[in-house]
Protein backbone atom coordinates (compact mmCIF):
# COMPACT_ATOMS: atom_id res chain seq x y z
CA UNK A 1 0.00 0.00 0.00
CA UNK A 2 1.36 2.97 -1.20
CA UNK A 3 2.16 5.84 1.71
CA UNK A 4 -0.13 8.64 0.19
CA UNK A 5 -3.43 5.98 0.69
CA UNK A 6 -2.43 5.97 3.80
CA UNK A 7 -1.95 9.32 4.74
CA UNK A 8 -5.25 10.58 3.21
CA UNK A 9 -6.75 7.74 5.53
CA UNK A 10 -5.11 9.39 8.32
CA UNK A 11 -4.34 12.69 7.82
CA UNK A 12 -2.02 12.95 10.91
CA UNK A 13 0.49 10.84 9.34
CA UNK A 14 3.77 12.21 8.19
CA UNK A 15 6.07 10.34 5.43
CA UNK A 16 7.85 8.08 5.93
CA UNK A 17 5.05 6.42 7.51
CA UNK A 18 6.52 5.02 11.40
CA UNK A 19 4.41 2.12 12.42
CA UNK A 20 5.29 0.63 15.87
CA UNK A 21 4.13 -3.20 16.11
CA UNK A 22 1.94 -3.33 18.97
CA UNK A 23 4.18 -5.90 21.24
CA UNK A 24 2.72 -7.08 24.29
CA UNK A 25 4.82 -6.32 27.44
CA UNK A 26 6.63 -3.20 25.70
CA UNK A 27 3.67 -1.35 23.30
CA UNK A 28 1.65 0.46 25.82
CA UNK A 29 0.45 3.70 25.90
CA UNK A 30 3.84 5.84 26.61
CA UNK A 31 4.91 4.24 22.87
CA UNK A 32 2.28 4.48 20.96
CA UNK A 33 1.69 8.34 21.89
CA UNK A 34 4.88 9.05 21.05
CA UNK A 35 4.52 7.75 17.90
CA UNK A 36 1.27 9.28 17.47
CA UNK A 37 2.83 12.71 18.25
CA UNK A 38 5.17 12.00 16.13
CA UNK A 39 3.68 11.66 13.24
CA UNK A 40 3.08 8.28 12.99
CA UNK A 41 0.71 5.65 13.26
CA UNK A 42 1.13 4.16 17.42
CA UNK A 43 -0.18 1.19 18.23
CA UNK A 44 -1.27 -0.68 21.68
CA UNK A 45 -0.76 -4.38 22.42
CA UNK A 46 -3.57 -5.85 23.78
CA UNK A 47 -2.37 -9.59 24.04
CA UNK A 48 -4.64 -12.49 23.13
CA UNK A 49 -6.46 -13.39 26.50
CA UNK A 50 -9.80 -12.09 26.65
CA UNK A 51 -11.41 -13.89 29.23
CA UNK A 52 -13.68 -12.39 32.09
CA UNK A 53 -10.25 -12.23 34.56
CA UNK A 54 -7.87 -11.75 32.21
CA UNK A 55 -4.77 -9.12 33.20
CA UNK A 56 -4.45 -8.32 29.62
CA UNK A 57 -8.25 -6.53 29.52
CA UNK A 58 -7.18 -5.03 32.70
CA UNK A 59 -4.21 -3.71 31.14
CA UNK A 60 -6.01 -2.41 28.38
CA UNK A 61 -7.76 -0.46 29.84
CA UNK A 62 -5.48 0.86 31.86
CA UNK A 63 -3.34 2.09 28.42
CA UNK A 64 -6.11 3.35 26.81
CA UNK A 65 -7.13 6.06 29.66
CA UNK A 66 -3.30 6.51 29.80
CA UNK A 67 -3.11 6.94 26.28
CA UNK A 68 -6.18 9.64 26.37
CA UNK A 69 -4.37 11.38 29.39
CA UNK A 70 -0.91 11.71 27.40
CA UNK A 71 -2.16 13.46 24.83
CA UNK A 72 -4.46 15.19 26.74
CA UNK A 73 -8.13 14.27 25.24
CA UNK A 74 -10.76 14.78 26.90
CA UNK A 75 -13.12 11.90 28.86
CA UNK A 76 -13.65 8.85 26.51
CA UNK A 77 -17.60 9.07 27.22
CA UNK A 78 -19.11 10.89 23.43
CA UNK A 79 -15.26 12.47 22.86
CA UNK A 80 -13.87 12.23 19.58
CA UNK A 81 -11.87 8.95 18.60
CA UNK A 82 -8.37 7.96 20.37
CA UNK A 83 -6.13 8.09 17.40
CA UNK A 84 -4.69 5.46 18.05
CA UNK A 85 -4.45 1.44 17.06
CA UNK A 86 -5.12 -1.81 19.14
CA UNK A 87 -3.15 -5.07 18.43
CA UNK A 88 -4.57 -8.45 19.12
CA UNK A 89 -3.63 -12.17 18.57
CA UNK A 90 -6.46 -13.96 18.07
CA UNK A 91 -5.99 -17.53 17.79
CA UNK A 92 -5.66 -18.46 21.91
CA UNK A 93 -9.30 -20.22 22.50
CA UNK A 94 -10.54 -17.07 24.44
CA UNK A 95 -11.26 -15.46 21.27
CA UNK A 96 -15.16 -16.42 21.44
CA UNK A 97 -15.09 -14.09 24.31
CA UNK A 98 -13.81 -11.27 22.32
CA UNK A 99 -16.96 -9.83 21.17
CA UNK A 100 -18.14 -9.91 25.00
CA UNK A 101 -15.50 -9.06 26.74
CA UNK A 102 -12.89 -6.81 24.31
CA UNK A 103 -15.64 -4.62 22.43
CA UNK A 104 -16.99 -2.99 25.47
CA UNK A 105 -13.47 -1.89 26.38
CA UNK A 106 -12.76 -0.34 23.00
CA UNK A 107 -16.17 0.98 22.66
CA UNK A 108 -15.57 2.99 26.00
CA UNK A 109 -12.53 4.49 24.50
CA UNK A 110 -13.01 4.75 21.08
Do not use: C, Y
Not at 55 to 77: F, H, I, K, V
Amino acid sequence: MSSSRLVSWFPHLKTPVIINAPMLGSAGAAMATEVHKAGGFGFIAAGFDFSESSAQLTDLEENLGRARALLSLPAADGAGALPLGVGFITSHETATRFNANVVPILARHR
